[in-house]
């Protein structure tokens, strides 16, 4: 198979697996914390040429779960309100955390951190169960991941 026919292919199955590109979501969060792709994958635990074979499609998939659950903690510190509002500080403290972190991930469990706890609790508080049901349902095709978060909110609650 020709390259450009394997990399379509690989994205394509990237956006099954994953609700849109790898590239996509490794790009929002280099600039949503304004590191390079080789810090961002030395924060995920992978090497910086399989960071970019994954993001080009030259590779379909992350094999390591503990790699994605790292992925997924920092996209959801994005959320974190300093640091959506650019805090240096609070940017490499989540960055340290996700680094440091040991995830453990199991058929049943994505890692949560307290601060998620924190921000689905935030949530619930200003939205009913059925409500943010409904609003997971008209965001999941152009944001996957804040649909998920709202799913994960109305699902706790109850």
Do not use: C
């Not at 450009?4 to 849109?20: C, M, S, T």
């Not at 650019?86 to 440091?100: C, P, S, T």
């Not at 949530?123 to 409500?131: G, P, Y």
């Amino acid at each position: 198979m020709e390259d450009h026919k394997i990399v379509q292919r690989n994205i394509a199955l990237q956006r099954e697996w994953y609700g849109e590109p790898l590239g996509d979501r490794v790009r929002r969060l280099v600039v949503a914390f304004d590191v390079s792709q080789a810090f961002l994958a030395e924060v995920l635990g992978i090497s910086a040429p399989m960071l970019s074979q994954v993001m080009s499609g030259r590779r379909a998939k992350i094999g390591n779960p503990v790699v994605l659950a790292r992925m997924i903690m920092l996209e959801r510190k994005i959320l974190v309100p300093e640091v959506a509002a650019g805090d240096r500080d609070a940017m490499q403290a989540a960055l340290e955390d996700v680094r440091d972190s040991r995830p453990t991930v199991g058929r049943d469990n994505i890692p949560v951190s307290s601060d998620e706890k924190i921000l689905l609790a935030g949530i619930r508080d200003v939205a009913e169960d059925e409500n943010l049901a409904e609003a997971a349902k008209l965001l999941d095709e152009d944001f996957p991941a804040l649909a998920d978060l709202l799913r994960r909110a109305g699902a706790s609650g109850q």
